[in-house]
């Protein structure tokens, strides 16, 4: 069965302990973590056990170590490398689930579009990268998720299937966060681009961010969960079929739409 975690920051920013507790007093089942932008103290990686003790009632989903692999300055690669291999070691302590990151943009930062994203160079890149990664993390035990989105690298799940059957490992798998499919051009078509994720993908799919949106000034701007055009209502059961042990996470969503949207997505749940 599907179980329901929010990123943890989305929450707020607090010690571990009144983090866990707030996220288990919303009643979710875990959590996305990124340590600095949740945790409002330096985390002393050497001493775990705080961290450890204060989430062992919630899943550590997923450890966020997003970083940008095809950044045009070398030394920007490097050290999110380095990063993202010290997050497996404390995934490993932690008992989280994965690992996770995008695939990049060669803007550097912000990671918005620019045509040679979407190139075979890109990509190829990318593979390089991921590869090397997912070979530390075997010899660990660990799992990395990548994760597309239509101005990035891995644009279409087309092009995640690519670097998945490309590294060709079981320490590899996917978050698909539909809402960073789209565009004003294709949002209209995001029930057709769940099904092309959930056909060439379903395998290997481990979390579903969900997001929703509403058009604003020719722009898809995030709204809380039932209150936009993603059609949840046909999502949650198509989720549910294909991809019943995936976690979904709330991602963006904060304040008080954070009660609503876990009512409103729990009840679709029981629906099926």
């Not at 689930?97 to 990318?126: C, F, K, Q």
């Not at 809380?224 to 059961?237: C, D, F, N």
Request: charged residues 25%; hydrophobic residues 40%; glycine residues 6%.
């Amino acid at each position: 069965m599907n179980k329901i975690g929010i990123r943890a920051h989305d929450v707020g920013k607090f010690d571990p302990i009144t983090l866990a507790t707030h996220v288990k007093n919303l009643g979710f089942d875990g959590v996305q973590l990124v340590f600095k932008k949740a945790i409002d103290a330096e985390v002393d990686f050497n001493r775990l056990e705080e961290i450890k003790q204060a989430f062992e009632d919630l899943e550590i989903m997923m450890i966020g170590a997003y970083f940008n692999p095809v950044h045009p300055h070398p030394i920007e690669v490097t050290q999110g490398v380095i990063y993202f291999e010290k997050m497996l070691q404390f995934a490993q302590i932690l008992g989280a689930d994965s690992i996770g990151s995008e695939t990049g943009s060669y803007m550097g930062s912000p990671w918005n579009y620019v045509p040679e994203n979407h190139t075979e160079t890109a990509l190829n890149r990318v593979i390089d990268v991921f590869k090397g990664l997912v070979d530390v993390a075997s010899r660990m035990q660990q799992t990395v998720v990548i994760e597309g989105a239509y101005a990035h690298v891995a644009y279409s799940p087309k092009r995640i299937k690519q670097m998945v059957d490309a590294i060709d490992s079981s320490y590899l798998k996917v978050t698909i966060d539909l809402f960073n499919f789209l565009n004003i051009d294709n949002h209209q078509d995001h029930l057709k681009i769940l099904e092309e994720s959930i056909s060439l993908l379903k395998k290997d799919i481990i979390i579903f961010h969900l997001k929703d949106y509403v058009i604003s000034n020719h722009e898809l701007k995030q709204v809380g969960l039932g209150k936009g055009l993603m059609a949840y209502e046909k999502i949650i059961p198509m989720i549910q079929k294909h991809c019943p042990s995936a976690h979904l996470i709330f991602e963006g969503v904060t304040g008080k739409d954070i009660e609503t949207s876990l009512s409103y997505i729990r009840q679709l749940m029981e629906r099926t």
